[in-house]
């Protein structure tokens, strides 16, 4: 029983590029959600999503961030035109159906660098 | 809105001891609290969930305590061992009970 994935679990980008992270949940689960993880910080709640529907994004910045997770594939958290201070660990969780925010199951993260 | 509060980033304690973590919060009264332990370069593992009509849970090892008058969780590994060295992290579910809000951690290290 896979736990859940994310890839890259590295990804160095210029400012101004696009940054993609993929994140699997685990078999079952219908619940993904993305937190941001900046050095000598806490984990930071961004956004909540079900199959197709973005449940709450209210931790999400408004400008060049997005999320989905489509019917079918992974969710995918995108960061358009990327500055040094996205510069952070970003991790994806997954739970399973019922209440969304009981035990949350991480995967390992990606490490985004912005140079 | 809701804070929560790690009352220390580093905890150093010997080999066989009892080590306690804190968590306080405010603002706020969550249906249930949880712990997650996060290595170096890894994703946080959940370890435990107490609800807030339970005074205790156990598991192994491990102990939490769930105070709403206070507002307040404790959080205990007996027999504490090296390998035990981690951050712990406290997490409350948020009001609308979409996502979960983390302290910033306590820094465990056992030294044998």
């Known amino acids: 029983n896979a736990g859940v994935m994310q890839n890259p679990r590295h990804l160095v980008r210029r400012r101004g590029q696009e940054a993609r992270l993929r994140c699997s949940p685990m078999?079952?689960?219908?619940?993904v959600y993305w937190y941001r993880q900046l050095p000598e910080e806490g984990l930071k709640f961004m956004v909540y999503l079900q199959k197709e529907n973005i449940i709450d994004e209210s931790g999400m910045p408004k400008e060049r961030f997005s999320a989905e997770f489509p019917k079918e594939g992974p969710s995918i958290l995108r960061i358009q035109q990327v500055v040094r201070g996205d510069s952070a660990a970003y991790f994806c969780a997954s739970s399973p159906p019922g209440s969304p925010s009981y035990e949350q199951y991480f995967g390992p993260g990606t490490r985004l660098t912005v140079t | 809105s809701q804070k929560i509060e790690q009352n220390s980033e580093a905890l150093n304690i010997q080999e066989g001891k009892t080590a306690t973590l804190t968590c306080n919060y405010t603002n706020y009264s969550p249906a249930y609290l949880q712990w997650y332990r996060q290595d170096p370069g890894r994703g946080p593992v959940f370890l435990l969930l107490i609800r807030e009509n339970e005074k205790e849970k156990r598991k192994e090892r491990l102990k939490v305590t769930f105070d709403t008058t206070l507002k307040q969780s404790l959080f205990h590994i007996t027999a504490s061992q090296p390998a035990d060295s981690a951050t712990y992290l406290c997490?409350?579910?948020?009001?609308?009970?979409?996502?979960?809000?983390f302290g910033k951690g306590t820094t465990l290290s056992v030294s044998s």
């Open positions: 997490a409350l579910d948020n009001q609308a009970g979409t996502a979960l809000i």
């Open positions: 078999k079952g689960h219908s619940h």
